[in-house]
């Protein structure tokens, strides 16, 4: 008979839970849409060619989103492939929403960067990059549109280097591109996978070793084939070789080709992923690293209200770093001291939800929430140790809110509390005008989200009138302080949730002379 202890670390093995990275339209959408359709998730992704003609991706959840056409929100999504249990974390990749993807990133144990042949490494993929490589979690390429004309590869893999500053191996190497793209040649396994431009996977394994045999020149030609002979020789001599250690540091990223809205080396990505990436780890907490097989614990690192018309509802996101969950478990909440029965957990399948009965480490499950819990609570069955406070981003962009219909009043107040608490804005507030509230945000379009939010799922019309502030800062002083002498024609003193001040400045210059003027006092980017 298996222990407990058994058991989990057999389910530990089984699971890879990543995130994908890119920027907007390198094709996250198609790719996640194929992983899915590989692991029996759903039956038939909807071609995200059709997102014009009202298809969605089954992964989009809200109006907004579907109206844009610009991943808001951010799922997960779970499947089996090939004997492992995979959790997807879908990320939102607007740029404006790139806080809710810091957070996401905390619950992953690697990630996938994906990147458009044609665009090479763009603006969003090197933020999200950092965020990772902070992390120091193993991050694998994948180069996609190969079978439209792109940059060099040579050059692309410079671009990883030069702009990115890690180390590559190319585990695939691609032969051609746009209308002369024939497939891909796997290093290591010495084989050749030929592009049809249908879904089906076909191989060519040369007689002689590597690419010495006759027949590779006559399958692709004689100028592809002196391309692909020249790489691969450049590669073999002065191209980094492979190292799982590196890979597992985030210092060494494995590259491979394809084409995902073909299905053109995805599966040949996700056989080598599963294999190569890693399953969860103890997680640093306060009391020192927690084992997955210790007793059920995890943390929040996403909140999110009315996903669902059918269900209206909020969902803390919860990932599971150790020990087994078993639904109705008691567990503690270390902020509050409170202990809580989670009763109703839910799992993710796209726009699917199932009730979860148990769950291993690196599992995300949704648990209901009636306005309990917070980003970045630790829940956890035994002992009292707390995971890491996730990143916090200070905001960039401000505007003050009114409420323009006064019988909605505590309907406009019930929504700023919600979508704050699930951390889509910050509020502030001024000393004279408690009522008045001013928000917060990192990406600006989280404004229209909001008023979209609030007027769809709150019936609160809202007037937004923007804030000529881009930075805030907490201020520390040994004393309590006068927010008021912080104020002037640059500068706005006011407070955030937990009554803490906080000045509000215009820019860089009026900062450096509040610093100056004021030296008595701290002024933080963190609360
Ligand atoms: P995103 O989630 O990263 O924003 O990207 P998404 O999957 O929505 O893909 C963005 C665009 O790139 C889509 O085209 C999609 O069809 C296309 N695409 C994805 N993978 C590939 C690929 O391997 N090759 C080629 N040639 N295109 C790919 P779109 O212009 O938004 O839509 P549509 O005009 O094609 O319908």
Same mark, same amino acid.
Not at 80 to 85: C, E, K, M, S, T
């Given at each position: ?6 058991? /989990? ?16 339209? !390198? ?7 194929? =992983? ?5 998730? /759903? ?35 779970? *499947? ?34 994906? +990147?458009?042949? %044609? ?7 090197? #933020? ?37 500053? +890690? ?20 290093? #290591? ?17 040369? $007689? $002689?070793?590597? =690419? ?7 399958? /692709? ?15 073999? +001599? ?24 073909? $299905? ?11 294999? =190569? ?86 599992? /995300? ?15 956890? !069955?035994?002992?009292?140790?707390? *995971? ?10 401000? %505007? ?33 005008? %408690? ?15 909001? #008023?979209?939010?609030? #007027? ?9 009138? &923007?804030?000529? &502030?881009?930075? %805030? ?18 500068? =706005? ?29 701290? *002024?933080?980017?963190?609360?």
């Amino acid at each position: 008979m298996t222990t407990l202890y058994e058991e /989990i670390k057999h389910e530990v093995k089984k699971r890879r839970t990543f995130a994908i990275i890119s920027h907007p339209d !390198a094709g996250k959408t198609t790719l996640t849409e194929k =992983l899915l359709l590989f692991g029996g998730a /759903i039956r038939m992704a909807g071609e995200v060619k059709g997102r014009k003609a009202q298809k969605f991706a089954r992964s989009d959840w809200m109006e907004i989103e579907k109206e844009r056409g610009i991943s808001v929100t951010t799922s997960a999504m779970q *499947f089996d492939y090939g004997g492992h249990r995979i959790n997807i974390l879908d990320t939102p990749g607007h740029q404006d929403f790139s806080e809710d993807t810091y957070r996401t990133l905390t619950a992953a144990d690697s990630a996938v960067m994906l +990147i458009d042949s %044609a665009k090479g490494v763009e603006v969003q993929t090197i #933020k999200l990059f950092k965020v990772c490589s902070q992390r120091g979690i193993p991050i694998f390429t994948f180069i996609n549109k190969m079978d439209r004309y792109g940059k060099e590869p040579l050059d692309l893999l410079e671009e990883l280097e030069q702009v990115l500053g +890690i180390r590559s191996c190319p585990m695939n190497w691609p032969i051609g591109m746009g209308d002369e793209f024939s497939g891909i040649y796997d290093r #290591k396994h010495h084989r050749i996978e030929l592009y049809r431009g249908d879904s089906q996977r076909v191989f060519f394994y040369p $007689k $002689k070793s590597g =690419l010495d045999d006759p027949a590779i020149r006559e399958l /692709i030609g004689d100028t592809l084939y002196e391309k692909l002979c020249e790489d691969i020789d450049l590669l073999d +001599i002065a191209g980094d070789p492979f190292d799982l250690e590196k890979v597992q540091q985030g210092q060494l990223t494995p590259v491979y080709f394809g084409s995902a809205i073909n $299905k053109f080396g995805v599966q040949t990505f996700l056989d080598e992923f599963v294999s =190569l990436a890693p399953a969860p780890s103890p997680h640093d907490s306060s009391i020192g690293p927690v084992d997955t097989a210790m007793g059920f614990s995890g943390f929040v690192f996403k909140i999110q209200a009315n996903m669902n018309p059918a269900h209206r509802d909020r969902i803390a996101f919860l990932r599971v770093c150790s020990g087994k969950f078993e639904r109705g478990m008691t567990v503690n909440q270390l902020r509050t001291g409170k202990k809580i029965k989670l009763a109703q957990p839910q799992q993710f399948l796209a726009q699917d939800r199932d009730i979860v009965e148990v769950a291993y480490p690196g599992d /995300i499950i949704g648990l209901h929430d009636p306005g309990i819990y917070r980003i970045g609570d630790t829940l956890c !069955a035994e002992g009292s140790f707390e *995971f890491p406070p996730l990143p916090q981003f200070p905001p960039e962009h401000f %505007a003050r809110v009114s409420n323009l219909n006064a019988m909605k009043y505590k309907q406009f107040q019930k929504g700023i509390n919600q979508l704050e608490e699930e951390g889509t804005v910050q509020v502030f507030h001024t000393a004279v005008h %408690a009522e008045e509230v001013i928000l917060g945000v990192v990406g600006e379009l989280q404004f229209e989200v909001f #008023k979209y939010r609030l #007027k769809g799922e709150y019936g609160a019309d809202i007037r937004i009138q &923007y804030l000529p &502030y881009q930075l %805030a800062r907490w201020v520390k002083s040994a004393d309590p302080i006068d927010t008021s002498r912080l104020t002037n024609l640059s500068c =706005l003193g006011v407070f955030d949730r937990d009554e803490r001040p906080v000045v509000l400045c215009e820019h860089e210059y009026a900062l450096n002379w509040l610093e100056r003027t004021y030296p008595d006092l701290v *002024f933080s980017v963190t609360p």
